[in-house]
């Protein structure tokens, strides 16, 4: 028997829960475990973060009118636009969905996910800085009751907000990265070796 | 086109998304999420069909772009050392249907885009036109189906 009837014998028949599927009310009710959905849903969720922490900000803006707190504040609010804006117009662009040939397919899923960590590489460097410069100046001014003059008149507050610094936002930017290829460290590498495969000459 | 014709396009044709998916998957419920994803990706695409190509080529495509892009659960892939230890799921079955394992099996040893190549081709579609569902050149297909196909005779000879 040739290989191709032999392929035509293997056995077509699925279970009766999946031929059950074919309802267009079970259809409909469906749920996309696409990871350009999941993508998605974390887009989403990052926007409506961003929208909180954003009004969070605005409120500490009033409450705290020191100069440079303030000017953190508003660095971080002018990231945070820029971060809304960006993830939205990349919201835009995955469409889990669209149906092209298989290796421009794969690229477009690869390439969705990389932009979608570039922006959250972005964020993680920019953000974390400015957070904890700020967190560390806010935390201090309430735990002691002074003025950010004040504190940061002395100069073991600088070397403390240097180490703060350079401890913290190394680590806060290794444990991103670290939960990114947690999640898609192994998708990203079985689509890349997937797309070379199918475009090496042999 | 009617969501009644599309059911029954399906319907007639859902076997090719059983093949496919078993050449992949091999946790039960995982085969189960990856069909229904096919379906899902199948029944949003479906108004975008125009019947230019065969309903049968389409739902190919589609079955192979979700597979492939699919992130797969963590479990490893139970693959019997050789032939010998394939152990029959049915008690009495028939020379033909021996065989016909034997393929998939020999086909699940192969790199995920060869089972595609290989699949597409056993079915019955042309170079050029498995060129065209992968997105890749005729010539390509050409070369690769030849080294696949030489590799499939020696899995299937060696029984490993």
């Known amino acids: ?202 | 086109m009617s969501e009644k014709e599309f059911l029954a396009q399906v319907q007639a044709n859902q076997g090719i998304i059983y093949k496919l998916v078993g050449l992949y998957v091999t946790d039960k419920e995982e085969k189960k999420d990856l069909y229904q994803e096919v379906l899902l990706q199948t029944w949003k695409a479906w108004p975008s069909f125009r019947g230019e190509a065969k309903f049968s080529t389409w739902l190919y495509r589609i079955t192979l772009n979700t597979i492939l892009t699919w992130q797969r659960k963590e479990k490893k892939m139970e693959l019997r050392d050789d032939l010998e230890n394939l152990s029959p799921a049915v008690p009495h079955k028939s020379l033909q249907q021996e065989e016909a394992q034997r393929l998939h099996w020999a086909i699940r040893r192969l790199a995920e885009t060869d089972r595609a190549i290989i699949s597409l081709s056993l079915e019955g579609f042309d170079n050029g036109e498995i060129a065209d569902m992968l997105g890749i050149s005729a010539n390509h297909v050409a070369v690769k189906l030849h080294r696949i196909k030489q590799q499939l005779q020696n899995v299937l000879n060696t029984g490993k």
Not at chain 1, 70 to 78: A, D, E, Q, R, Y
Not at chain 1, 87 to 112: G, K
Not at chain 1, 133 to 142: Q, T, V
Not at chain 1, 163 to 177: E, G, K, N, Q
Request: with cysteine.
């Open chain 1, 1 to 202: 028997m040739s290989l191709e009837q032999q392929w035509k014998q293997l056995d077509e028949q699925g279970d009766e829960e999946l031929r059950s599927l074919l309802q267009p009310r079970k259809l409909q009710r469906l749920q996309s475990r696409n990871p350009l959905q999941k993508i998605k849903s974390l887009i989403v969720a990052g926007l409506i973060f961003s929208v909180a922490i954003t009004a969070l900000y605005g409120y500490l803006l009033v409450a705290y009118p020191y100069w440079p707190i303030t000017v953190s504040l508003i660095v971080v609010i002018g990231f945070n636009v820029w971060v809304s804006v960006t993830s939205w117009q990349l919201y835009r662009q995955i469409n889990p969905f669209v149906q092209e040939a298989v290796l421009q397919e794969m690229q477009h899923y690869y390439n969705s996910v990389m932009n979608w960590y570039r922006l959250q590489e972005r964020v993680a460097l920019f953000v974390y800085p400015v957070a904890l410069a700020g967190g560390f100046l806010l935390g201090g001014m309430e735990g002691s009751g002074k003025s950010i003059e004040q504190i940061m008149s002395k100069p073991i507050m600088w070397v403390a907000l240097g180490i703060c610094m350079l401890i913290l936002v190394p680590l806060c930017w290794w444990f991103a990265r670290w939960m990114f290829r947690k999640s898609f460290g192994r998708y990203l590498k079985q689509l890349k070796q997937n797309m070379d495969a199918l475009s090496s000459p042999g």
